[in-house]
Structures are given as C-alpha cells and as structure tokens.
C-alpha cells in the first residue's frame, strides 16, 4: 500500500450541521486502485466524509485533492466531471424507468451543449450515441444485468436495484468510485454477488475505490485498507483486519 500513488487526499477536513461538529480535523489517503474502506458506528461521520468528498455539503475546514487537484469548493457535478461517481446509501434510481434508461442516466455527465453539434447535429448525435450505447453495453455486461434491461426498476429485487446503481455510476467512466453501502439490506448471496461485482468492475476498469461498509466479513474480504471513524475523528487506520481489531474501535462499536 505505500508504494501506491495517492489519488485522493483529504487534509484535516471538518464539517459541522447546526452546531454539531460530525466531521472532526480528518485525514485521509487512498491510494491508486485501491479499495478503501470507511467503517464506524452509525452516526460517526461516515457519509458527511463521503458527502465533503463529492461536494454535496463541502468541507468547511481542511481541503480535499483529487489527482493532485484541488476540488474541496467545487460543485458536485464539477467534481463527478473530474471522474469520481457515487452511489447512495438509500437506492437512488428513477422509478417508473427501465434498467436501461436508468443506466443511461449515468452518461448525463457527457451530455452538454457543444458548439459543434449545432452545426453537424446529424452526424454528432449519432457519433454521441454511439459512444453512450457502447459503454452501457459493456458496463451491463460486465454486471451481468442483460436479463432484466428491459424491466422497471421497481419491479426487480433490491440486490439487482444496487446493481443498476452501480451500473450507473459506472456509466459516467470514472476513475473512482465511492459506494455508500452497497450491501445494505441485502441477502447472504446478495451480499456475495456484489463483492464479485465490485472486485470485477475495479479489475476491469482500473478504478479506485472508497466504500462505506458494516459488514465486517465484507470489509475484511474486500479492503485492502481502512478508515474507522468515532464521533466524527479518526479512531483507527490501517491494513482492514488490523484496523478493525483495535481495542478501540472494538471499544466504539460496543459503546453503542
Ligand atoms: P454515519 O454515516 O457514520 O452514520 P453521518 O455522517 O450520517 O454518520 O452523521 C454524522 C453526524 O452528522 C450525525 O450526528 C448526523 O446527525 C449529522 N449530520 C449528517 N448529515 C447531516 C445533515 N445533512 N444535516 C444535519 N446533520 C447531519
């Protein structure tokens, strides 16, 4: 892991919410292609740190780099342009859309207004589609979702709905990934599938990856490093079973 080129950074990043300070003076770094855990009990600033990197409630303290750059203070769109993509921990998608229209959803970041497509339409429309219907094909592909494209999201089972997730986010070809529990509320094999998923889509596609996770079996099978915060501050770093292991984190997770 130290040989690893950082790839995003946070440097003593705090925010608060009326008073309540959820993230506290946290520093982080993940490296090139690594998958990254975040753990800690509910409420301990798991999500706000997810939110401060994806820009949806910015840090109020501290910055965050992405590639060398800085994108603490950019919009969130700006930062899923710079190639980070998000999933969420409630499932996200648009209801009373097929799988396919919702996983097309994830090329909306390459959809903007271009000069020249005002000139040559015809011939960059097409060129446009071209791209988007390639990448979703492979994407669906490698998720293994041809069986269900056709179907309304709401129809098909909760695993298969973080899978569309996923697939979305995947659509948007970033470079990283951050996946705010991608098991929550899923079956034993449920859960099973979707390790698989990940570890292909971040072989396949060279992706780094942060991931909220609370099943420790999943941490431990997946991560290759973790992060586990308390109340808002950084309690415990390192290698996942080390980290993990930590009488205090040990000590965090009973307290509560
Ligand atoms: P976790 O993801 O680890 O369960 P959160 O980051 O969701 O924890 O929450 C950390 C703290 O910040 C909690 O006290 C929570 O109530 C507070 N918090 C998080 N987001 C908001 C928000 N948008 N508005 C108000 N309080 C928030």
Redesign the pocket.
Known sequence: AAAREPVLVCENVSRW??G?H?LKHVSVSIGKGEIFGLV??????????V?AITGF?PPQEGRILFEGRQISGLKPYRIAESGIARTFQNVALFRGMSVLDNILMGRHIFMRPNPLASLFYWWWAQREEIAHRRKVEEVIDLLQLESVRDEHVDVIPLGLQKRVELARALCAEPRMLVLDEPMAGMNQEEKEYMVRFILDAQEALGLTVLI?EHHMDVVTAICERVLV?NN?SRIAEGPAREAISDPQVVEAYIGK
């Not at 800690?40 to 740190?49: D, E, F, I, R």
């Open positions: 919410f009326q309540v959820a800690g009990p509910n409420g301990s600033g798991k999500t706000t740190l939110n409630y909220i915060l808002g």
